[in-house]
């Protein structure tokens, strides 16, 4: 009762097929084979790049700038309830 019998995955197949067609599910087969490729490129070009590239430089510091109090600005972690 644990896991599913092969009929029960045949009858899920053929409800799958009977909803998509078989036309359709080629096309999602065909579109899912050809991300995979894609991203096995993607991960292939990223390592040789990672490799070949120069060492990585300091990241740059931010710049913050002192702000001025308004009348109008409320600081909303020193507003209390009251």
């Known amino acids: 009762m644990g896991s599913f019998s092969i009929w029960h995955w045949l009858i899920v197949l053929l409800v799958v ?3 998509f067609g078989t036309k359709k599910l080629k096309n999602i ?3 899912l084979g050809g991300a ?3 991203f096995k490129d993607g991960v292939k070009g ?4 990672a ?3 120069a060492p990585p430089t300091a990241p740059a ?3 913050t700038t002192a ?3 308004d009348a109008q ?3 909303v972690e020193a507003k209390t309830k009251g």
Not at 46 to 49: I, K, N, W, Y
């Open 36 to 38: 995979v490729k894609g």
């Open 17 to 19: 097929v009977l909803i």
């Open 61 to 63: 510091q931010q710049v």
């Open 46 to 49: 990223g390592q040789e790049a």
């Open 73 to 75: 600005t409320v600081d």
């Open 67 to 69: 702000r001025t109090a």
């Open 29 to 31: 087969g065909a579109d």
């Open 51 to 53: 490799d070949s590239a």
